[in-house]
């Protein structure tokens, strides 16, 4: 029997969610790292980290919780490599970044080679009971796996911390005028090691997301570009935690549609439809960046710059 | 000895820094309920003194007490636990945030929710208590300086600070607006708060001050009652020797116009107006000074005038030569030359050599090269020159100009403008943090560069320099140029007002 | 613990740097063999003495330096003028793609005229790749770190797609690559070695780029711009056309580095013309920034990464090591060097103990 049109589009949305949660996690993390002046460029590499550390100790535990624990663990403490590089010694944050990702890459594939062809343990799908059985949403929403819910709750704790707390305000001052914020007491130092080594964590958990729910194995470089996409995706969610999950569906969605469209027999090269991701998410950057020409909001006004208190 | 009144303490602070010692065991008592009045000129050692006070930075011998306590600062926060606020001279304030949101910052913990309610409450308690006018809920970035200097004041009220330690505070603000800051300040005086004032202006030193602390090269070279002394005493505990500001003579004759701006109008980077319909222009051998507190548009004006950004209306004639759509390097090789502002930032390339920067902006003159090829020699050739002509100290042609101080960085970049074949120089905050010799140089370089028939725009936010350099003054506020008067007749009030955004119709 | 400026970088530090950063990344990797039952010592004796003990050995070097070198070369040149182009492995891939396009034709002529009109190809189909990051970032301030980077994902797709696809040659049975070249198509060698024509390019190349940079009006604006775009700027400079230009030659290098690889060593297009496990565009990244942004130390680490390569692939099949350890030995390398440049230009200071109090800012009195 063919399958009607709308199974199909609750399909495509129910992954585009599943898609779409591993970039959150990391733009979330991100979001905070940036919002504290340190760019992390390294978050492929972290996400790869996290994937194999993840499978590698769930694999071995044969629990899929314990293994989401260790590669939030293990990203953040790969992420304090670029904290020490950047904060400490204050050398180039691309540069660190760009090492990072390469390291991350070897690292995962000399640790990954024996855990290649193995199946590992995952996450169940979990009805939620009552919210499940709404229409439409209810499928999407509902019927995920428990990080697709840590997700949830994640979001909005991560917007109020940001908005609404002296510790968000004491980040977002870093991020903007960190001479200012040292002057006042806050440091700028702890800050903004806290905001990268939390942005470590959670691409571990983004990296971990792949390997243990969105698949269960583990694939040399199964990030597949998306530490990168997840960069983009933060300049078009104006460092705002709450817009970053608009984003991180949009792209979910593209990679869905683009896993599903021969499915239904629309004749377009494969290789072309696996290009939607990447392509998708340039042209985000292009109207983002257009957006914010014309609005003239931008990144934080410290990112990317070091911070001395006693050079003059 | 009794130590009950004494604020504040410092004995023997020393500061070093890599090949400088800012501070040499330097002495200062500050009174309870005092104006104490620190002065000196440029690079004295007066804001690492400050600096160390609210522990920024930690100062490598001395002792400091407060209140009769001795105590170390490690860090801002340590000070700000003891009652210590400071107003800096660049301020320090996240320019995306509201004036609340900038005022609560570092008073938290953690995770605890921010009450915006309660602080607003309490910052117009305090705005009515010592008559600081500002609205707690506006963005930082749209208010004026003067205001964003009470955002600074109410911040170290609001933490309930006993001593508060002021930057220069009058060097952004227009005659009027100072006053209303004294007027705050013996406010806060009558409360018993003890202040610390840093200036070199002496005229407003004599008027605020109950005590006067002198520093120079470092050292505490005397504190005086304000009663016991003069100006002319301060200024030469001050610089060590006697000074006179040499008036310049003003040049008779005018020759042909050479800039002519007419109806300009321009945005700032956040694409808001910056410059609404100004119109002026400047003749050969004439210095044109442009007044006005800083951010209402002298840096797009300095901009538009020399190339490096367009108006969105009006025009810009060089030597009657329209120059509309034309680039920065049109504007250079019509005989524009520009001392930036931001001499780090702009004016240099920090990591290369002097020769390198000497030919900046004229790498591609015939003289300097062939074709496709630049010839290093021939910049390293004129380098010396420049070196030689203008006493430039340094190691060599070959040394990065980042290691250059102030004052011969700005040397570096006046040779490089005035040596180079033209007809209008545009000159911004000129003296800026430069020590006495070297400001008398600068000024002395462009009096003479004006009796040699070459005429100027000279942008500054200091009046007696204005006053003292220029044929003409034009005001400018808000975009708009509030008028010209002739320097020799103006009188510095009606400046100040025109300053603060009234026409010279209205103040005439 | 803090960092104090040094008046003077350290010179004796600026060489010493790169040097201690190479033994320590050794040491480093040393424990993740140990950790592996693997015995360091034998690893890296292997692959020094297959790099560079054999003429063979060298040879081969020589043959993963050129596509290194042309790549590095163009990674630096951006990198030289801030701006940061790290998709020389797209770069790469549509060169190699360019090149190939030229022979799919089925001209089958001279090298005389189907060589240099297969680098044309290569160097354009490149130079196109690196010029729609730049124009975005010119016209559109659109941050070419990412733009640059995603493209190179749609660069490998899209030549996947030719190579599973329509230029697919019918009797590879079933695996993804082109029909070899014909003769015509393909670079001259070394009698009885890999080392190709493309090796001569690549040095020329650096010689030709040493010139632009340091005796040139063009390179001039080219540090300037590096330098400080805002005095770049106030020099009458325009950043928006030398973006364009240097990425050109940026993404033409290394579109020229997938022409020599396909026409000088594969014969054909297939699916990994760069090693999986550490592509040589990443490796150019790594390269322009240790070589210090100059040519000829390109050449030198690209030939000293090609010994790695090499290396690696000696102990891979010898002693079933992981070849990732080329990628995290490059990695760590560029780590310490990062770390140890700091120290060349401020020093470390460590505060004196008896300095600080024990508890906050009282102490009584």
Redesign the interface.
């Known amino acids: 029997m063919e399958a009607s049109p709308l199974v199909l589009v609750v399909a495509v949305l129910q992954a585009a969610v599943r898609s779409g949660t591993p970039i959150l996690f990391v733009c979330i993390g991100e979001i905070y790292a940036e919002r504290s002046g340190v760019l992390n460029?390294g978050l492929e590499g972290l996400m790869l980290v996290g994937a194999i550390a993840g499978f590698s100790v769930g694999y071995s535990v044969g629990n899929p919780v314990v293994g989401v624990i260790a590669a939030a663990i293990a990203g953040a403490l790969f992420s304090l490599?670029h904290a020490y590089?950047t904060i400490t010694?204050?050398?180039?944050q691309?540069?660190?970044g760009?090492?990072?990702t390469?390291?991350g890459?070897?690292?995962s594939?000399?640790f990954g080679?024996p855990m290649i062809g193995q199946v590992g343990p995952g996450f169940d799908q979990i009805a939620i009971p009552g919210l499940s059985s709404i229409p439409i949403l209810g499928q999407v929403l509902f019927r995920q796996d428990a990080m697709v819910y840590l997700s949830y709750l994640l979001v909005p704790i991560a917007w109020w911390?940001m908005y609404?707390?002296?510790?968000?305000?004491?980040i977002?001052?870093v991020g903007?005028?960190p001479?200012?914020?040292?002057?006042?007491?806050?440091?700028v130092t702890k800050v903004r090691y806290g905001c990268v080594l939390f942005g470590g964590a959670m691409a571990g958990l983004g990296g971990a997301y792949l390997s243990l729910a969105y698949t269960t194995m583990w694939i040399e470089q199964m990030s597949?570009?998306r530490g990168?996409?997840t960069?983009?995706l933060v300049?078009f969610a104006a460092w705002n935690p709450a817009r970053a999950m608009l984003g991180a569906y949009l792209f979910g969605g593209a990679d869905a549609l683009q896993l599903r469209v021969q499915a239904v027999g629309i004749e377009i090269?494969?290789?072309?439809l696996?290009?939607l991701p990447?392509?998708l998410?340039?042209t985000i950057?292009?109207l983002a960046?257009?957006a914010s020409?014309r609005r003239?909001i931008g990144a934080p006004?410290a990112l990317g710059l070091p911070y001395?208190?006693?050079?003059? | 000895m009794t130590d009950d009144k004494i604020a504040v303490a410092l004995r023997g602070i020393t500061k070093r820094f890599p090949g400088v010692i800012a501070n040499d065991s330097v002495d200062l008592e500050l009174r309870e309920g005092e104006i104490h009045t620190l002065l000196g000129e440029n690079g004295a050692g007066k804001s690492t003194l400050m600096n160390v006070l609210t522990g920024i930075y930690r100062p490598d011998a001395g002792s400091i007490s407060v209140f009769g306590r001795t105590v170390q600062l490690k860090t801002p926060k340590d000070a700000i636990d003891l009652g210590i606020g400071m107003v800096h001279q660049s301020f320090k304030l996240v320019p995306t945030h509201t004036v609340t949101e900038n005022i609560v910052l570092g008073l938290g913990r953690g995770f605890s929710r921010v009450k915006l309610d309660e602080a607003q409450a309490r910052v117009a308690t305090l705005s009515k208590q010592y008559g600081v006018k500002v609205d707690p809920n506006a963005l930082v970035w749209q208010l004026s300086i003067g205001e964003q200097q009470r955002v600074e004041i109410l911040k170290i009220l609001f933490r309930g600070a006993k001593i508060l330690l002021l930057d220069e505070p009058t060097a952004v603000l227009t005659p009027q607006e100072s006053e209303e800051l004294f007027h705050t300040l013996r406010s806060m005086r009558e409360q018993g708060h003890s202040i610390v004032f840093i200036s070199h202006k002496l005229d407003e030193v004599m008027t605020i001050s109950d005590r006067i602390t002198v520093l120079r090269g470092g050292k505490n070279v005397g504190t005086v009652l304000v009663q016991d002394t003069n100006p002319q005493d301060l200024s030469h505990l001050m610089v060590g020797r006697e000074i006179k500001f040499a008036t310049f003579p003003k040049k008779e004759s005018r020759g042909e116009q050479v800039l002519e701006v007419e109806g300009v109008d321009a945005l700032n980077t956040r694409g808001l107006p910056a410059l609404k319909g100004v119109t002026f222009s400047v003749a050969a051998g004439e210095i044109l000074g442009l007044a006005g507190v800083a951010g209402n548009g002298q840096q797009e004006l300095a901009q538009v005038i020399t190339g490096l950004q367009r108006p969105t209306a009006g025009t810009v004639r060089v030597q009657g030569a329209d120059m509309r759509g034309k680039r920065a390097r049109h504007f250079i090789d019509a005989g524009v030359s520009y001392v930036p502002a931001d001499r780090h930032g702009v004016a240099t390339v920090g990591d290369m050599s002097l020769s390198h920067n000497s030919v900046l902006r004229r790498y591609r003159e015939p003289k300097f090269g062939k074709g496709p090829l630049l010839n290093f020699n021939a910049a390293i050739g004129y380098a010396r020159r420049l070196i030689k002509e203008f006493n430039i100290s340094t190691p060599g042609h070959a040394t990065p100009v980042r290691s250059l101080s102030g004052g011969n960085l700005q040397k570096v970049i006046l040779a490089r403008e005035m040596t180079t074949r033209h007809h209008l120089l545009v000159v911004m905050s000129a003296t800026r943090g430069l020590d006495v010799g070297a400001t008398e140089f600068v000024r002395k370089t462009l009096n003479d560069h004006r009796h040699q028939g070459g005429s100027i725009v000279l942008i500054s936010e200091d009046l007696e320099e204005l006053l003292s350099l220029s044929d003409r003054i034009a005001v400018i506020f808000h975009g708009e140029i509030m008028g010209i008067v002739d320097a020799e007749t103006a009188r510095i009030e009606s400046l100040g007002l025109m300053m603060a955004g009234q026409r010279l119709s209205e103040v005439a | 613990m803090r960092l104090e400026l040094r008046l003077e970088r350290s010179r004796k530090l600026e060489y010493l740097v790169p040097v201690v950063s190479v033994l320590l990344s050794l040491v480093v990797c040393a424990v993740l063999l140990l950790s592996t039952g693997a015995n360091p010592l034998a690893a890296y004796s292997a692959m020094l003495k297959e790099a560079f003990g054999t003429s063979y050995g060298i040879t081969e070097v020589l043959v993963k330096a050129t596509p290194l070198i042309l790549c590095g070369l163009g990674v630096m040149l951006a990198f030289k003028m801030l701006f940061w182009n790290i998709g020389a492995e797209g770069q790469l891939h549509m060169g190699a793609w360019g090149a190939t396009a030229v022979v799919m034709t089925g001209w089958d002529g001279s090298p005389w005229l189907m060589i240099p009109a297969m680098m044309l190809g290569g160097f354009a189909a490149g130079a196109l790749w690196a010029l729609i990051p730049a124009y975005l970032k010119v016209k559109l301030n659109t941050n070419e770190i990412i733009t640059t980077l995603l493209l190179n994902y749609v660069a490998i797709l899209w030549v996947a797609h030719f190579i599973y696809g329509p230029w697919k040659d019918p009797v590879s049975f079933g695996f993804p690559m082109t029909m070899q070249f014909p003769e015509g198509a393909q670079l001259l060698r070394l009698a009885g070695t890999r080392v190709h024509l493309g090796f001569v390019f690549a040095l020329v190349i650096a010689v030709a780029l040493y010139f632009i940079q340091e005796k040139s009006r063009w390179g001039f604006e080219i540090a300037v711009t590096g330098g400080n775009p805002n005095a770049a700027e106030y020099a009458g400079m325009n950043a928006g056309r030398n973006i364009l230009l240097v990425m050109l030659i940026s993404g033409g290098l290394a579109g020229l580095a997938g022409m020599v690889e396909v026409s000088g060593i594969q014969l054909k297009l297939l699916k990994d013309i760069s090693p999986h496990a550490a592509p040589y565009g990443y490796t150019a990244i790594i390269i322009a920034w240790l070589a210090r942004r100059n040519p000829w130390g390109v050449v030198l680490v690209s030939i000293l990464m090609g010994g790695l390569y090499v290396g690696g692939e000696t102990v891979q099949i010898t002693m079933k090591l992981p070849v990732n350890i080329v990628l995290i030995i490059q990695a760590l390398i560029l780590f310490f060097v990062l770390g140890g440049d700091i120290l060349s230009r401020y020093r470390l200071v460590f505060d004196r103990p008896g300095q600080r109090p024990k508890k906050a800012a009282l102490s009584g009195g």
Do not use: C, Q
């Open positions: 460029v490599i590089v010694l204050r050398a180039d691309i540069v660190s760009l090492t990072l390469i390291l890459t070897g690292i594939g000399f080679k911390v609404k707390t002296h510790l968000g305000l004491a977002r001052s903007e005028n001479a200012t914020a040292d002057s006042l007491g806050v440091s597949g570009g990168w996409i960069l983009a300049i090269p494969t290789y072309f696996m290009m990447y392509v998410t340039i950057l292009v960046s257009r020409m003239r006004a001395a208190r006693e050079e003059r």
